[in-house]
């Protein structure tokens, strides 16, 4: 069964930081780039930050300087480090993987369940 599973989310202080973790299933065939998106109330998910297979990495102007996007190939984990948080990153955070099942399956978009953010005093 393919899954993407999430951690690491839960309440914190402004200025806190969190740490996000996201474990691939060994069900895929190749992993290309992954992500973290997030989604608060009423507004449309948005990418906070990408990771290449080669490790190059894409952030949004919002979380430039505060959050950290890494991956562990060996793993498939990718991880999302959120440093100085701020109550406007309060969200669901989602793990996104574009992967293979197959070498002759295309690659398409998989998705985690989500894990809760929560910056507030």
């Known amino acids: 069964q393919v899954q993407l599973v999430e951690s690491g989310g839960g309440l914190v202080q402004p200025g806190g930081s969190l740490r996000l973790s996201c474990a691939a299933s060994?069900?895929?065939?190749?992993?290309?780039?992954m992500g973290w998106y997030r989604q608060a109330p009423g507004k449309q998910r948005e990418l906070v930050a990408s990771?290449?297979?080669?490790?190059?990495?894409n952030y949004a102007d919002s979380v430039k300087g505060r959050f950290t996007i890494s991956r562990d190939n060996a793993k498939n984990t990718v991880y999302l480090q959120m440093n100085s948080l701020k109550p406007d990153d309060t969200a669901g955070y989602f793990c996104?993987?574009?992967?293979?099942?197959?070498?002759?399956?295309?690659?398409?978009?998989?998705w985690g369940q989500g894990t809760q953010v929560t910056v507030s005093s």
């Open positions: 996104n993987a574009d992967a293979k099942l197959s070498s002759w399956s295309p690659a398409r978009a998989y």
């Open positions: 060994r069900s895929f065939f190749r992993i290309n780039a």
């Open positions: 990771i290449t297979s080669g490790g190059t990495t």
